[in-house]
């Protein structure tokens, strides 16, 4: 069973709060798969312990077991196949390189930046991903936007991007927010009195760069204005006002490695032009993609938020062509520190590639799976007056965090048939999510209103 319908599945039984039976499951899920399917499916959840089976035959109930139990609130848990053994999808060479570097400390030699490994890349001539593999993550990553303008692709699945992309980015720099909660932390925000820490800014500034990369896939450019934008946009509260969306002025340490990096801001502002001079030249956008995000990191150009500047910044070429976007799904964050270790000593691009590439196509099988359940929404036509009229209600009355959520509970169930109320949520969340001047035409909401909701948020 593939985990995104796993996830599915996960979602319909966690909206029930009492064991239901099969039919009941069957109607939620609207019929779309075949009931013999269906039962192996929900079986193989038993198996794995995602969920409660009781009963037998006509008498056979599914329940969730809690949940912080289930597959979305334990996401790594559930893939643990992939992570006890994450080697396997390393090639030799990534192996050899990533071995290397798990030696002892003190026997590895000190190192700092190369200059040559820069200078002797030379754009369409040299190449990080092979020419078999560029095909074939071209053929995966297609979208049947190609021909549309920047972004739409992305635009059309940005929900699920958007939290996604947050979730792992923030996940591979150790943050321990369960994709459940980091799904909740970007619908609802922060309420008035919520407490804030260094993990919900995290999350919470990646859903801001994030937007403003889709936002702006027509006209973001790859130089170092907007890498240092998007630095900014992930480093704001995090690091010193004066080093956000700046390069650093003074040294900075790379832990576990004897990478030390360049010291000199003049150097390093220069570098950071070469680096996005070159990748500007790159024809291939999965080419152009691998070289931002293992050069931007390996620079080490700001004070800290350096591989996450260098993953978003790697979605440029991608989104701007309509091309599935990387959220780095199942990544090992161990062994994408030591794929990255392994450039910062080594100059060896194979650990990472052999990442890129797997988690890439993890993301494909994950957003067309996505991207072909957007369609026809029945719930979204059938509730569109209650839905609007909720979201006008909950913007000219400022509603965020809990207030917010007890608000959609409480006029979910009142206004919405029981057996839709779930489904009503979810699109409701989402145009939530994606607010902005464009929908709230004809809502009675004014610019002024949004926006105020919006820094609110």
Known sequence: MKIEIQEHLIRVLSAFDEPVDFNKINASLKHQYKDRSLRRWLSELADKNLIIKTGQKKGTRYQIITREDNFLNNQQSNLESIHNDFSRYLGVSARKAIDDIRRPLFTRSPVTYNDDWIESYIPNQTFYLPPDTREELSV???????????????????????????????????????????????????????????????????????????????????????????????????????????????????????????????????????????????????????????????????????????????????????HIPLSFN?????????????????????????????????????????????????????????????????????????????????????????EDVESFKISLHDDLISMNPAQIQGMGITQKELFHWLKLK
């Open 330 to 418: 199942d990544v090992d964050k161990d062994y994408y520190a030591s794929a990255m270790i392994s450039i910062y000593e080594l100059n060896d691009i194979h650990a990472l590639t052999d990442i890129y590439c797997f988690s890439y196509r993890r993301s494909c099988e994950h957003y067309k799976i996505t991207s072909e359940v957007v369609g026809f929404d029945e719930i979204r036509v059938r509730y569109r007056s209650q839905r609007r009229e909720m979201i006008r209600a909950i913007i000219q009355k400022q509603l965020i965090g809990d207030e917010l959520t007890q608000f959609i509970n409480n006029k979910a169930v009142s206004s919405i048939p029981a």
């Open 140 to 322: 995966i990553g297609i979208s049947n936007m190609s021909n549309e303008r920047a972004g739409t692709y992305a635009k059309k699945i940005f929900n699920r991007l958007l939290i996604d992309l947050s979730y792992n980015s923030a996940r591979l720099e150790g943050n321990t927010y369960s994709l459940v909660d980091t799904e909740k932390l970007i619908i609802e925000g922060i309420s008035q009195d919520g407490k804030l820490d260094e993990e919900r800014v995290m999350i919470l500034n990646h859903k801001e760069a994030i937007r403003y990369l889709v936002d702006r896939a027509e006209s973001i450019a790859i130089n170092p204005t907007e890498i240092c934008t998007l630095h900014y946009l992930l480093a704001d509260g995090l690091v010193n006002p004066n080093y956000a969306g700046h390069v650093r002025k003074e040294g900075v340490r790379i832990s576990s490695s004897t990478y030390q990096p360049l010291e000199n801001p003049e150097h390093l502002t220069r570098r950071l032009g070469t680096i996005c001079e070159k990748a500007a030249a790159i024809h291939d956008p999965f080419e152009q993609s691998i070289f931002l995000l293992a050069h931007i990191a390996y620079l080490q150009a700001f004070i800290d938020v350096n591989k996450r500047t260098s993953r978003l910044s790697a979605n440029i070429p991608l989104i701007k062509h309509n």
